[in-house]
């Protein structure tokens, strides 16, 4: 299974907001043995897709240099089930960024019902985690382009989204290379 | 105009409250944050954060958590903070009561000691109290 809980965004504000969709499918496993016979999307897994939609966001502000991963749940409401056949629309807004991490305020719904209503609190891996990145670079701006980041994704003032340098070299360095080499030091 | 020194510990209970899933009658002055209350490292953000909403003040992270002397190879001598270091915690927290730390300055300690009533004190000495 693909750890994906996010379609595509399809509101991207530099800073501050984004949207996501996420079309849920009977042919998902996580509906297979959740709630035996009645298909349903685990609430468990609706806050990862708010973590998907608000990490990103977050990342984004800080052009993905620092480690941003889900730290705290401090409020999470479900108002109704997700069933097959639904698409979530989860929408995020950046409350407070700092240096050691942000709070996130969310809703989900499905068309104008709502889902859920969570708070969560990112935090930014300290000094001891540097130089290690959560994901290789070039496979995680791929993952940026397949979520729509750089298609929807606007600055504060409009503009388009501009792809950071580092992202776009380790994509260059890997199409050179092939998908699994080692990188090559005498290069 | 500012608020009573009852008004700054009701919107710090009510912070403490949301941020730590605790109940009303648990937060009082002399409850530790850590201990007592259950906060950990990350629900620190979070607190800050409501804290500086409540009050509309800003809070440095130094302020309240002052690594850089905990962890200043000046200040700390096998694990225990120096009397110069004790000097400088105070100067830096002149709201926290550090007596029980001075008696055991073990630097693991530290962030174990940190009481609502020391909040209440530093979010006072930030946005003044009236009598």
């Known amino acids: 299974m693909r750890w994906f809980w996010i379609d595509r965004f399809v509101e991207f504000e530099s800073g501050r907001r984004a949207a996501a969709e996420k079309a849920v499918t009977l042919a ?30 977050v990342g984004e502000c800080r052009q993905f240099e620092q480690r941003t991963v889900l730290a705290k749940v ?11 056949g639904d698409v979530m629309r989860f929408e ?6 700092r240096d050691d991490g942000a709070i996130v305020h969310g809703t989900a719904r ?31 701006l791929t993952i940026l382009r397949l979520l729509g980041v750089y298609d929807v ?33 005498a290069r | 105009m500012a608020p009573s020194k009852e008004e700054v510990f009701e919107k710090v209970k009510e912070a403490l409250v949301d941020a ?13 944050m850590v201990g007592d209350l259950g906060a950990e490292s990350i629900d620190f953000l979070d607190i800050v954060f409501r804290l500086e909403k409540a009050f509309g003040i800003e809070i440095p992270r130094s ?12 200040y700390v001598r096998d694990g225990r903070v120096t009397p110069d270091g004790i000097v400088e915690l105070k100067k830096r927290m002149p709201f926290a009561d550090l007596s029980q730390f001075e008696a055991n300055p073990a ?25």
């Open chain 1, 28 to 57: 998902e496993e996580q509906l297979d043995d959740y709630v035996p016979g009645f298909p349903v999307m685990p609430a468990s897994l609706i806050i990862e897709g708010f973590a998907q939609t608000g990490g990103l966001l």
């Open chain 1, 74 to 84: 401090g409020r999470a409401q479900f108002f109704r089930e997700v069933r097959p």
């Open chain 1, 92 to 97: 995020v807004a950046i409350q407070d960024l």
């Open chain 1, 110 to 140: 499905v068309g104008d019902q709502l889902v859920a209503d969570v708070e969560i609190v990112f935090a930014h891996l300290d000094d001891r985690f540097e130089g290690v990145d959560l994901f290789f670079p070039a496979d995680f």
């Open chain 1, 153 to 185: 994704g606007r600055t504060a003032d409009g503009k388009p989204l501009v792809i950071p340098a580092r992202l776009l070299a380790a994509e260059a360095a890997a199409n050179r290379e092939g998908p699994s080499s080692e990188p090559d030091a």
């Open chain 2, 20 to 32: 730590l899933g605790v109940d009303d009658d648990e937060v009082t002055p002399q409850a530790t």
């Open chain 2, 63 to 74: 302020e309240l958590f002052p690594e850089d002397i905990l962890t200043n190879a000046q």
């Open chain 2, 107 to 131: 630097v693991q300690e530290f962030s174990t000691l940190l009481t609502v009533n020391d909040l209440c004190r530093y979010i006072q000495s930030k946005v003044g109290v009236t009598e």
